[in-house]
């Protein structure tokens, strides 16, 4: 291929699918390169099944795949085809049931388009660029799994400034008071000292602190799509409070806390990334929670702690022991909320066996799909009165 187009069309072909989402980097352009030679380049269908052998790495990344091959591998006479009038029709019309797939490749074109014409201090061509901008409210309301892009990059930067005003609790400790209801006389015979006289009698009260609060997330294959875009929402939460802890499992148990903590959300991402070796694999939900039970539980759930467990419910083990782990997760915890993207669905129903166990052990079974979930979650944790949950065997 020396001397063609076709290395640099390559080149361009992955910056496309990387901007559409699929993880690609220089390792598998070499090895698309590498692999032209050894099939018929004049046969499409050889070139395609090849391209994608090294670019797609799950059969949900296929759909994606087909939709920009079948754009960028065209005659330049076809570049207004049927596919590209659709997507626009749909999009000048609001239409919403354009497919998630087809409004990430027409954005990544879009971006490439802008990108290039850039480099070049050309204004983009108004046929080539598909404005992908959505009102606010509308951007609330749409599943992150539906989302393009461009919607994508301004969730995140919405879910940036999300809080979580968990409210403060009683503590079993003391701390000094001018009102409280009882007296401290070690303070009181302290201040004694200096004058040989009884002065005034110090007081003190219960101290008041934010809970703990403990995120187990679900990075399985089913949930990959939305705990990409809820890391951003934990990124956020865990720079903003002080006492927050991080898990993610999928078959295995992973703390993330400390990689989180950096101020930089794509630097603390991609520490994620390196830390994770189980992303988007199957799931051990009650093999991750016995794990936390066993040797997290006691380091994190104390004073309180507020835990909220993420995840679809989905288990490969069929739920086999994930009922006692779940309840023993319940009575550790002074609130468990279970967050499942699936309740966006208005017929949802329990089912699955994961799902039947986990949820008689739960405090809260809320819906985790898009920005007005996570902003309903923040009101109910909010709630002082549903927080309220004080040691019973303390006396006040």
């Known amino acids: 291929m020396p001397g063609t187009a076709l290395p640099n069309n390559i080149m361009h072909f992955a910056r496309i699918l990387r901007r559409a989402g699929l993880p690609i980097g220089p390792g598998k352009v070499l090895a698309a390169l590498q692999a032209l030679p050894l099939i018929n380049i004049s ?11 090294m670019f797609v790495d799950k059969h949900a990344q296929s759909e994606i795949f087909e939709l920009a091959f079948a754009r960028f591998w065209r005659a330049p006479s076809q570049a207004n085809d049927d596919l590209s009038l659709i997507d626009q029709a749909q999009k000048q019309r609001g239409d919403q049931d354009v497919r998630p797939a087809s409004r990430r490749i027409s954005d990544a ?8 014409t850039k ?8 046929s080539d660029v598909v404005a992908s901008w959505s009102a606010s409210e509308k951007l609330r309301s749409q599943d992150f799994e539906t989302m393009s892009t461009a919607e994508m ?10 809080r979580l005003p968990i409210p403060s609790v009683r503590t079993r400790r003391f701390v000094a008071s001018n009102f409280g209801p009882r007296i401290d006389l070690r303070a ?20 008041q602190r934010h809970p703990p609060l403990v995120v187990l997330c679900d990075i399985s294959g089913s949930m990959a799509a939305y705990a990409r875009m809820l890391l951003h929402f934990l990124h956020a939460i865990t720079n903003d409070r002080d006492r927050v802890h991080v898990f993610l499992f999928g078959t295995r148990l992973t703390n993330v806390t400390r990689e989180l903590k950096h101020r930089d959300p794509d630097v603390a991402l991609a520490r994620v990334g390196r830390s994770v070796q189980d992303w988007s694999g199957g799931t051990r939900i ?16 104390g004073q309180g702690a507020v835990t909220l467990l993420i995840t679809d419910g989905l288990d490969r083990d069929g739920g086999e022991g994930l009922a006692i782990e ?23 129903e329990p089912k699955s066996a994961g799902i039947r166990a986990i949820l008689p052990h739960v405090d809260e079974f809320r819906p985790a799909h898009n920005l007005d979930s996570l902003a309903a979650l923040i009101a109910a ?16």
Do not use: C
């Not at 074109?109 to 290039?116: L, S, Y």
């Not at 480099?119 to 108004?126: G, L, M, T």
């Not at 990059?153 to 999300?162: D, F, I, N, P, T």
């Open 153 to 162: 990059a301004e969730a995140k930067r919405l879910m940036a400034v999300l």
């Open 109 to 116: 074109f879009a971006d490439q388009a802008i990108a290039q």
């Open 286 to 301: 009650g093999e991750a929670l016995r794990t936390f039970n066993q040797h997290w539980s006691r380091r994190v759930l």
């Open 326 to 348: 779940a309840q023993r997760l319940q009575r550790s915890s002074r609130r468990l909320i279970w967050l499942n993207p699936l309740l966006r669905y208005a017929g949802f």
């Open 188 to 207: 009181t015979m302290r201040a004694s000292l200096g004058t040989g006289e009884l002065i005034q009698l110090k007081r003190r009260a219960r101290g």
């Open 381 to 396: 944790l909010a709630d002082v009165n549903a927080a309220r949950r004080e040691f019973a065997s303390v006396a006040a």
């Open 43 to 53: 046969n499409k269908d050889d070139v395609y099944w090849a391209l994608h052998a």
């Open 119 to 126: 480099s070049d201090n050309v204004e983009p061509p108004a």
